[in-house]
């Protein structure tokens, strides 16, 4: 299996415009999550979903911030407008169960999102 | 609300010195917890988990864990550091009660000198 795979590796834009990062967990996997890491904050929940449906927003930071999964193989975060103050590094993770919490999530790569 | 605590922003170590990184949770029930490793430029890996029995749980590369739930704590250890441990490491909370996700701490820097 080829892992959570995301997309951009790096995204550079400008404020005000609309970002949009990808994320293709892996197949089978029932949940996923997005996390957004910074130095200030460290590694923070955003959403996560349970079979595509999302089961808590509570960590996204504002309207400007909205995430889909409209099937079980893909699911995006968008940012619209974008603000220097969302520079950070996006991670998404899946885990093979949804209520097994004991269970560990398999991160990707991330995107390094840079708001000039 | 579940929450996790690293004291530690960084810690320095000489290489084959032991290790101890220092993790304390909140939550009202028994918890689910990790270890979770990040290398530069790479997302987290998982070290070690611990969910039920022996409260001492071994992880790949050498680490350990120890749950002390009179202390709320889940520090991990490694008798001899090797430099390859540089890396940031997080500790992890999963819960069964409020939708089954898992929260970070803010991660601890280890930096390993010759």
């Known amino acids: 299996d080829a892992g959570v795979i995301q997309s951009p590796r790096h995204e550079v834009t400008e404020m005000g415009q609309e970002v949009t990062l990808r994320c293709k967990p892996i197949?089978?996997?029932?949940?996923l999550f997005w996390y957004r890491q910074t130095m200030m904050r460290g590694l923070e929940l955003l959403i996560y979903f349970n079979n595509n449906v999302p089961i808590d927003d509570s960590g996204m930071p504002e309207d400007r911030f909205s995430a889909k999964m409209p099937n079980a193989s893909f699911s995006t975060l968008k940012i619209q407008p974008s603000e220097p103050r969302d520079s950070a590094v996006y991670f998404c993770?899946?885990?093979?169960?949804?209520?097994?919490?004991?269970?560990?999530?398999?991160f990707g790569s991330g995107t390094q999102l840079s708001v000039l | 609300a579940q929450s996790v605590t690293q004291p530690d922003i960084h810690i320095t170590v000489s290489e084959g010195a032991s290790l101890e990184l220092r993790c304390n949770y909140s939550?009202?029930?028994?918890?689910?917890l990790f270890w979770y490793v990040q290398s530069p430029g790479q997302g987290l890996q998982l070290l070690l988990k611990?969910?039920?029995?022996?409260?001492l749980v071994q992880g790949i590369k050498g680490f350990e864990a120890e749950f002390k739930r009179s202390q709320s704590s889940f520090n991990l250890r490694k008798p001899s550091v090797h430099w390859s441990d540089a890396a940031e490491y997080f500790c992890a909370v999963a819960t069964n009660t409020g939708g089954f996700k898992t929260i970070f701490g803010a991660g601890t820097r280890l930096f390993v000198k010759a």
């Open positions: 197949s089978g996997h029932n949940s």
């Open positions: 993770a899946s885990r093979e169960g949804f209520v097994a919490t004991n269970e560990k999530l398999f």
């Open positions: 611990y969910f039920s029995g022996d409260t």
């Open positions: 939550y009202g029930a028994t918890p689910y």
